[in-house]
């Protein structure tokens, strides 16, 4: 039952999205509209207002970075050679590899990760979590430039995407949050509680806009490298992070948990959008991010049955 009780209010809203935009009563652009709002206004304003009265002494641990971000390496590895010799030629250019080594990789931390650790641990491990999230979309996508760029003659401008991850609105918020909560900023009654009223439908608003997404991806012809991809992601990924984290470092079971249920969650949308500027394996991540998504369901219960 406690294992229902956490997964079942995550998957009724990304179902409810989904269900609602499939059947007509939300258009693209209007899930385009609340997507916006929920990326820009109200996540920020959760992750600003967690992150600014974290225990930020006690969020910052380097071996839960180790413990996290070694296993994502090797998985992106074990991605990018699988793609360089057993896809067709025409895909086995390192760009093409990169982007499938970040598909099989990069995590959907915010939007699934979060409301799924919050359900399972609390609010007790939020600071921890952040510190992960900060570097993840700059590090994946940061690696995935750098080998794209080695196939691609127009390159690549490192001015712009170092802009672009400064002014992330996942990056930006945070960052603030830690700037404030380390100088002790004091926000006043009334923008504070603004703030937390902002930041109420941040994670609702974000698996609901998820389900609706869903809704416009299909799984195309080339599902086995999608399948490839996705069992990579949700199965492989977590498991080696429990290893390192667990038996390795031997971090605490909250730390632990944290770690294989951030690692545990489905390829993140906006690893697509990367596919996309690349103009590389476009539709084996669309596929990637539904797979993932269903097959999450099985690995988010599967650790939280053994981890809880």
């Not at 693209?28 to 990326?39: L, N, P, R, Y």
């Not at 360089?84 to 990169?98: C, F, G, I, M, V």
């Not at 672009?164 to 900023?185: D, E, H, K, Q, T």
């Not at 809704?215 to 990579?232: C, E, K, Q």
Request: charged share 5%; aromatic share 12%; net charge positive.
């Amino acid at each position: 039952m406690p294992i229902i009780s956490i997964i079942f209010p995550i998957m009724f809203m990304v179902a409810l999205g989904y269900g609602l935009t499939r059947a007509g009563f939300f258009s693209k652009e209007h899930i385009a509209g609340i997507s916006k709002f929920t990326f820009y206004v109200s996540i920020p304003a959760f992750l600003f207002i967690n992150m600014f009265a974290a225990p930020l002494a006690q969020s910052i641990d380097p071996f839960s970075l180790f413990a996290f971000y070694i296993p994502v390496l090797a998985v992106f590895a074990i991605g990018y050679l699988i793609n360089r010799y057993l896809a067709a030629k025409t895909l086995q250019r390192s760009d093409a590899s990169a982007v499938f080594a970040l598909g099989c990789s990069y995590s959907n931390t915010v939007i699934v990760g979060l409301p799924v650790i919050t359900a399972a641990l609390g609010k007790a491990m939020i600071g921890s979590i952040f510190m992960i999230i900060t570097f993840h979309s700059a590090f994946l996508f940061a690696l995935t430039f750098a080998l794209a760029a080695r196939a691609q003659q127009q390159g690549f401008s490192w001015r712009h995407f170092i802009r672009s991850m400064v002014l992330n609105p996942v990056v930006l918020s945070i960052s603030l949050g830690i700037v404030a909560n380390g100088l002790s900023l004091n926000l006043g009654e009334q923008l504070n509680d603004g703030l937390v009223l902002l930041a109420k439908p941040a994670l609702a608003c974000a698996l609901f806009v998820l389900g609706a997404n869903l809704s416009f991806y299909r799984i195309g012809d080339n599902w086995r490298f999608a399948l490839i991809a996705s069992g990579l992601k949700v199965l492989l990924l977590p498991a080696l992070v429990y290893v390192m984290a667990a038996i390795v470092f031997e971090l605490p079971a909250q730390n632990t948990m944290m770690l294989v249920l951030l690692s545990a969650s489905p390829l993140g949308v906006n690893a697509y959008l990367i596919a996309t500027e690349i103009k590389q394996h476009q539709a084996t991540l669309g596929s990637t991010v539904v797979l993932s998504t269903l097959l999450s369901v099985l690995s988010f219960s599967l650790w939280l049955t053994w981890l809880v």
